[in-house]
């Protein structure tokens, strides 16, 4: 088990302050945290957890967690509040692991299984989510992380937000297939809208505005133009990129990657028409100038070399973060590209910083080396093959 993980296990304190898990739960997920004869009567539960000081959460995923704003970030269960320079872990006492287990929070056959993934839109407000081989239990927080409440029908598979009102979620049915949820209130209530997908696999969305979006997408062949269409689309498997444009409800393909030259794909665009894709577990970069009808590989700053995430500024200024957590930069639109080291991502990390506004990997990059994870000697070291 990771150190990281292991901090969640570490002495603390928490306090049910209700739970009605025999009652019939509310369907619907709200983003008001209920009172208590609220929860009593909905079937949720509100959990209060106390957190103490952390070092940086050094052994976990760079990509995993979120960062609302240049001060604030989560990832797993630490938070910062001051852009990396300090952390705080959530804490759980040894005597409530068994309700955490049977809640969803943890698992106790195995808590390797465990992961948690976060997505906060303000520093007040976000979710969270405990991956598990069956089901991903869901909570909520409106107060920053100090008090939870549970979605106890509401297994959470991917979210992204256009803004702070405006977002979509992925919901798991308890049949195992997907169903669209979207907000036009920063989570007061969602809505569910389009088919359900059965066969159909989401890993990278990404939102321009409200309505109009793009996702990279694993789907049978049969179904590909429109799966949003649902019926039986069983069959051999494309992946590619699909659009959306009413913000999640519907998807149609736009590209398909008959060379499979991406894989688990991290998508990005500036404007309706220009985008970029990250190659993920396979080499490559690509660009499109047609809103994702057709792509163009660009140049690696090293051959084979695997993209995790890609971020331009506008049509010239862009970064890429390679699975060595490497960060690289352009001044010319992806023709030509420069190493950023560690002492200067630190030197200018403020500007860079201001610089991602939509590229909250970036910024949990910047913070993580700011946060004293490692020293620049260590973190050059780690680069090397």
């Known amino acids: ?141 409106d107060d920053g992380a100090k008090t939870w409440r549970s979605l106890p029908d509401w297994h959470l598979s991917k979210m992204r937000f256009a803004d702070t009102r405006h977002g979509m979620a992925l919901v798991r049915t308890r049949k195992g297939a997907l169903e669209t949820m979207l907000t036009a209130d920063a989570g007061d209530t969602w809505s569910r809208c389009g088919a359900t997908y059965r066969h159909s696999y989401f890993d990278s969305l990404f939102l321009l505005d409200a309505r109009r979006g793009w996702a990279w997408v694993s789907a ?10 649902g019926g039986d689309c069983a069959g051999p498997t494309r992946h590619g990129v699909m659009q959306t444009e009413d913000g999640g409800c519907h998807w149609h393909g736009e590209w398909n990657d008959r060379r499979s030259i991406a894989e688990r794909g991290e998508l990005y665009f500036l404007d309706e028409r220009d985008g970029w894709l990250a190659g993920g577990h396979k080499p490559g970069l ?70 991602w506004d939509r590229w909250p990997v970036g910024r949990l990059y910047g913070m993580l080396s700011r946060g004293g994870c490692f020293t620049h000697e260590q973190l050059e070291r780690r680069r090397q093959p």
Request: net charge neutral.
């Open 1 to 141: 088990m990771k150190d990281g993980r292991r901090l969640c296990l570490s002495a603390g304190a928490i306090t049910i302050l209700a739970a009605a898990t025999a009652r019939a739960p509310d369907p619907r997920p709200s983003g008001l945290a209920p009172s208590r004869a609220a929860a009593e009567t909905t079937g949720t539960i509100v959990l209060t957890l106390r957190s103490e000081a952390s070092t940086a959460p050094c052994d976990t995923f760079w990509e995993r967690g979120s960062a609302p704003d240049a001060r604030h970030a989560w990832v797993d269960l630490h938070s910062t509040s001051d852009g990396g320079r300090t952390w705080r872990v959530v804490t759980f006492s040894r005597d409530v692991d068994a309700a955490m287990h049977l809640h969803g929070v943890l698992d106790p056959s195995d808590d390797s299984l465990a992961a948690i993934h976060s997505w906060f839109i303000t520093a007040m407000r976000g979710w969270l989510v405990v991956l598990r081989r069956e089901e991903t239990p869901a909570w909520q927080t």
């Open 286 to 355: 690509y660009h499109t100038t047609d809103g994702g009808l057709s792509w163009k590989p660009l140049p690696l700053p090293a051959n084979k070399m695997m993209v995790k995430s890609v971020y331009f500024r506008d049509a010239d200024r862009g970064w890429l973060i390679t699975n060595r957590e490497e960060l690289f930069e352009t001044n010319d639109a992806g023709r030509s590209w420069r190493g950023l080291a560690m002492t200067e991502v630190a030197e200018r990390l403020d500007q860079l910083m201001s610089s």
């Open 220 to 229: 049978p062949t049969r179904c590909w133009k429109a799966p949003s269409a």
